[in-house]
C-alpha cells in the first residue's frame, strides 16, 4: 500500500474516531438532558436513569473500541489502552485534582476569598493553639493506631493459622470491617456511655461498677486520655484488615523452608523473626502505610464521638469546623492542603512498594 493510501486510512480513521466521539457527547448529553427535565414518575426515571447508566457506558466503550480498531495496527496497540483508561483518568481529574488545586489557590485568600492574603492562612495555622492540639492527636492516632493494628493482626494472623477454628476466629475479627466508621462511632458510643449517677448504661461503666469502681467520662473528663479510647475503635475496626492481609502473606511462605528451619532446631519464635517476618516484610509495609493514611485522615470516629470536643480534635474536624460551620474557606483550604501534604508522602511510598512488586 502506497503512503498517499496510508494517509488516506488514517484520516478517514482520524475522523470517524472523532465522529465517533462527537456522537457520544451528543446522544449521552441529550439522554441526560432529558432525565433532568422528565415529569416521570420517579421510579420510572430511576428504573430508565439505572439502565442508560449500564447501556450507555457498554455502549460508549464499545463505540469507541471499534473507531479505534480502524487505525492501523501500530497506531492502535498505543491507543487502545487510553481508551479504556481514560474516562476513569478523566473522572478522577474531575472529581480529585482539579478540586484539590481550586482548593490550594483558595488557601492564599480570606475568609470570603475576595482578598489575597498570600502564605498568611499558612503562618496562622502553625501558631494556633487548636491546630497544635489537633497535630498532637493525629500523631497519636498515627503512632499508637497503627502500631497496635499491625500487631495484633500480625498476631492473630499467626496464632489463627495454627488454630483449627480459623474460619470462625478470622469471621468474628474482621466482622468490625462490616460496617463504617460512623457507624462504629455510634456503637462505642454506647460502650462508653456516662451519665451521673449510679444507673449506668455505657457497658463500660456498667462493668466498671458491676465490680465496685466509679464510672468515668471516658471521652470527656479524661484528657488527654481519652484520645486513647477513641483510638481503640480504630484497632477493633482495623485488625481485622491487617490480619488477613498478613494471613495471606503468611500461608505464601515456602512450606518447606520452614520446616528446614525446624529440622535444624529452630524454635517457632526464632522461625517468626527470622524466617516469617523477612518474608513478608513487604506486606508489613504496605499495610502499615495504608492505615498511617486511614489515621492521617481520622473524621467520623472523632465526629460521631465528641465532635472534635474535649482535646479530641484532629486536622480533618477542624477542617470541616473551618470550612463549612465557620464559612473561613482561606483558613478551611489551607488546613486541607496541610493534611494533603501529610498524606502524600505516604501514598508516594505505597505507589513504590507496589511497584516493586510489579503492581504496576
Given at each position: 500500500m502506497n503512503t498517499l493510501a496510508k494517509r488516506r486510512i488514517s484520516l478517514r480513521a482520524v475522523l470517524l474516531f472523532v465522529g465517533v466521539v462527537a456522537a457520544n457527547i451528543v446522544i449521552n448529553g441529550l439522554i441526560f438532558?432529558?432525565?433532568?427535565?422528565?415529569?416521570?414518575?420517579?421510579?420510572?426515571?430511576?428504573?430508565f436513569a439505572v439502565l442508560w447508566g449500564i447501556l450507555g457506558v457498554y455502549l460508549i466503550y464499545y463505540s469507541l473500541s471499534w473507531a479505534v480498531e480502524q487505525f492501523p495496527d501500530m497506531v492502535r496497540r498505543r491507543v487502545l489502552p487510553y481508551i479504556f483508561v481514560g474516562?476513569?483518568?478523566?473522572?478522577?481529574?474531575?472529581?480529585?485534582?482539579?478540586?484539590?488545586?481550586?482548593?490550594?489557590?483558595?488557601?492564599?485568600?480570606?475568609a470570603s476569598s475576595d482578598k489575597f492574603v498570600g502564605l498568611g492562612n499558612y503562618i496562622a495555622i502553625f501558631s494556633d493553639r487548636l491546630l497544635?492540639?489537633?497535630?498532637?492527636?493525629?500523631?497519636?492516632?498515627?503512632?499508637?493506631?497503627?502500631?497496635?493494628?499491625?500487631?495484633?493482626?500480625?498476631?492473630?494472623a499467626i496464632l489463627a493459622d495454627r488454630s483449627s477454628y480459623e474460619r470462625i476466629a478470622k469471621s468474628i475479627i474482621f466482622m468490625p470491617m462490616a460496617i463504617s466508621f460512623v457507624a462504629a462511632g455510634v456503637i462505642w458510643k454506647f460502650v462508653y456511655y456516662y451519665q451521673p449517677g449510679d444507673e449506668q448504661?455505657?457497658?463500660?461503666?456498667?462493668?466498671?461498677?458491676?465490680?465496685?469502681?466509679?464510672?468515668?467520662?471516658?471521652?470527656?473528663?479524661?484528657?488527654?486520655?481519652?484520645?486513647?479510647?477513641?483510638?481503640?475503635?480504630?484497632?477493633?475496626?482495623?485488625?481485622?484488615f491487617a490480619m488477613v492481609i498478613f494471613s495471606a502473606a503468611i500461608k505464601g511462605v515456602p512450606e518447606d523452608i520452614l520446616e528446614a528451619a525446624r529440622v535444624d532446631g529452630a524454635g517457632e519464635i526464632r522461625i517468626f523473626f527470622k524466617i516469617i517476618i523477612p518474608f513478608i516484610s513487604t506486606t508489613?509495609?504496605?499495610?502499615?502505610?495504608?492505615?498511617?493514611?486511614?489515621?492521617?485522615?481520622?473524621?467520623?470516629?472523632?465526629?460521631?464521638?465528641?465532635?472534635?470536643?474535649?482535646?479530641?480534635?484532629?486536622?480533618?474536624?477542624?477542617?470541616?469546623r473551618q470550612f463549612f460551620m465557620y464559612r473561613?474557606?482561606?483558613?478551611?483550604?489551607?488546613?486541607?492542603?496541610?493534611?494533603?501534604?501529610?498524606?502524600?508522602?505516604v501514598i508516594y511510598f505505597n505507589l513504590r512498594q507496589f511497584r516493586k512488586q510489579g503492581g504496576f
Open positions: 438532558m432529558f432525565f433532568r427535565d422528565s415529569t416521570l414518575n420517579p421510579l420510572l426515571t430511576a428504573f474516562p476513569a483518568v478523566i473522572v478522577l481529574g474531575w472529581l480529585l485534582v482539579l478540586p484539590a488545586l481550586r482548593t490550594f489557590y483558595l488557601s492564599f485568600f480570606n497544635a492540639t489537633a497535630l498532637r492527636n493525629n500523631l497519636l492516632w498515627v503512632f499508637v493506631g497503627t502500631l497496635f493494628c499491625v500487631a495484633f493482626g500480625l498476631l492473630i448504661i455505657g457497658l463500660l461503666n456498667a462493668i466498671v461498677t458491676a465490680f465496685g469502681g466509679e464510672p468515668q467520662a471516658w471521652v470527656s473528663l479524661l484528657q488527654p486520655w481519652n484520645n486513647f479510647f477513641l483510638i481503640m475503635i480504630l484497632i477493633w475496626m482495623q485488625t481485622g508489613i509495609l504496605t499495610v502499615t502505610t495504608t492505615i498511617i493514611v486511614f489515621t492521617l485522615k481520622i473524621f467520623d470516629v472523632v465526629m460521631v464521638m465528641t465532635g472534635g470536643q474535649y482535646g479530641t480534635e484532629v486536622v480533618a474536624t477542624q477542617f470541616y473561613n474557606f482561606g483558613y478551611g483550604s489551607t488546613l486541607a492542603i496541610v493534611l494533603l501534604i501529610a498524606v502524600l508522602p
